[in-house]
């Protein structure tokens, strides 16, 4: 039996193994996507002591520390979790049973995809699903932002401090915050564009426009950048049928020391509610390394 299984394998669960590693904890990490969403950036500007490096560049870097300071690291999907009497048995899509005192869940945030042809193919050429990372990259250029919540008015918002012009389209209806529908209306560089659905990205080998539909007509806008903020899929489902709670946007609720309310149980990066929900590589590594001297004050300080 392991001290600690780390579930998910981006920043969070990487910065939570690095930590582990330093204390000594017998553990392993396992994920579905080594690296996580942010080997998808194109670049990345905001870490500290990199001036500009690519999502999957900054990852590799994460994950040769992780390794070189013991970490075993295991690409598989975990299917499911239960309890046991002295600790958590973890399941995988793969058919592999582990068991371990603690689990720390650094499950991440999917972004809703549209599933729209072209989407897939220029996703780091044009398609982005996070305005915050990238915007600087379409200084002076025309982009749209696809949503009609609260994510897509703040996308829309802070891309007007970078590019010539943000196309906003929502179908149908918008449900974001009036305090965001003045500051939309105030924007001149922002135009609100109603359609009934978006049919596909096109471009050669970027973008270079995006078909909706309105009122049974096909149009086409002319942009360089396309950001998709429809929403994103938790991935809390392993940790409610452990019975831990969340909140009403199903993040994983935590205290300080990134504790769940299941004893043994920690979780850190976007899932949860710490950090104010900022969902930054930065905040995603120090909810990590909280949580793994939180398993190591439980489990060795403490016995």
């Not at 042809?117 to 996070?130: A, H, W």
């Not at 529908?181 to 978006?198: D, P």
């Not at 390394?289 to 300080?301: E, H, Q, R, T």
Request: include cysteine.
């Amino acid at each position: 039996m392991k001290e600690l299984i780390i579930i998910g394998a981006g920043p969070a669960g990487l910065g939570a193994s690095i930590y582990a590693s330093r204390y000594k904890l017998d553990h392993l990490v396992i994920g579905s996507e080594i690296g996580g969403q942010v080997t998808e950036a194109s670049r990345i500007e905001n870490w500290a002591g990199e001036k500009s490096i690519s999502g999957r560049e900054l990852m590799d870097k994460f994950i040769a520390q992780a390794k070189e300071l013991g970490a075993e690291i295991i690409q598989d999907e975990v299917e499911r979790t239960e309890k046991i009497d002295d600790g958590f048995k973890v399941f995988t899509q793969g058919g592999k049973e582990y068991t371990a005192k603690a689990l720390i869940l650094a499950l991440g945030m999917r972004p809703r995809k549209m599933n729209i042809p072209g989407e897939e193919k220029y996703v780091g050429k044009g398609v982005s699903y996070c305005a915050t990372c990238d915007a600087m990259f379409f200084r002076n250029r025309k982009v749209a932002v696809v949503g009609g919540g609260d994510a897509a008015a703040t996308a829309a918002i802070h891309l007007a401090e970078f590019v010539e012009r943000v196309y906003l389209l929502y179908r149908d209806s918008f449900n974001w915050n009036p305090s965001w529908e003045y500051q939309l209306n105030q924007n001149s560089k922002i135009e609100k564009v109603c359609c009934s659905e978006v049919k596909e990205i096109v471009g050669d080998n970027k973008v270079s426009g995006i078909i909706y539909e309105e009122k049974g007509e096909r149009k086409k806008l002319s942009v360089e950048g396309i950001f998709i903020e429809i929403g994103s899929i938790p991935g809390v489902t392993i940790a409610k049928d452990l019975g831990v709670e969340v909140d009403d946007q199903d993040y994983i609720k935590v205290d300080q020391t990134q504790a769940t309310n299941v004893e043994n149980v920690y979780a850190a990066g976007d899932v949860t509610t710490g950090s104010n929900k900022f969902r930054q590589i930065i905040t995603a590594v120090a909810e990590g390394a909280v949580a793994a001297g939180s398993v190591y004050k439980k489990l060795k300080m403490n016995s």
